[in-house]
């Protein structure tokens, strides 16, 4: 069994940062690709970015290239999420999610483990 737990969700004023964490334990962190996806109200779950398990790989949508950076520490079984200029469409649950395979290209249907998310609210 995997456990991911975010944090680093909050209130921010529009043009602000945020940084997420997602710890993660039950099972080897560095072997796998992570994720962050984020579903606004109303709105279908999208893949926001992604990171292989070496963390050599990354993958942005584009609606974040440019003001969001996905990183992760292997040694402390954390992915991060730094989101800079934020919009208010940023606004959304974000959700971290571990992959069954190390490469980042795969499917949402891929990832078998997911966090319980965290709230990011962008004020205009």
């Known amino acids: 069994q995997v456990q991911l737990v975010e944090s680093g969700g909050g209130l921010v004023q529009a043009g602000g940062s945020l940084r997420l964490s997602c710890a993660a334990s039950?099972?080897?962190?560095?072997?796998?690709?992570m994720a962050w996806f984020r579903q606004a109200p109303g709105k279908e779950r999208d893949r926001v970015a992604r990171i292989s398990s070496s963390g050599l790989s990354i993958d942005y949508a584009d609606s974040v290239k440019g003001r969001f950076t996905i990183s992760r520490d292997n040694a402390k079984n954390t992915v991060y999420l730094q989101m800079n200029s934020l919009k208010p469409e940023d606004t959304a649950v974000y959700y971290c999610?571990?992959?069954?395979?190390?490469?980042?290209?795969?499917?949402?249907?891929?990832?078998?483990?997911w966090g319980q998310g965290t709230q990011v609210t962008v004020s205009s």
């Open positions: 999610a571990a992959s069954t395979k190390a490469h980042i290209y795969t499917p949402p249907s891929q990832y078998a483990y």
């Open positions: 039950g099972r080897t962190f560095s072997n796998y690709a």
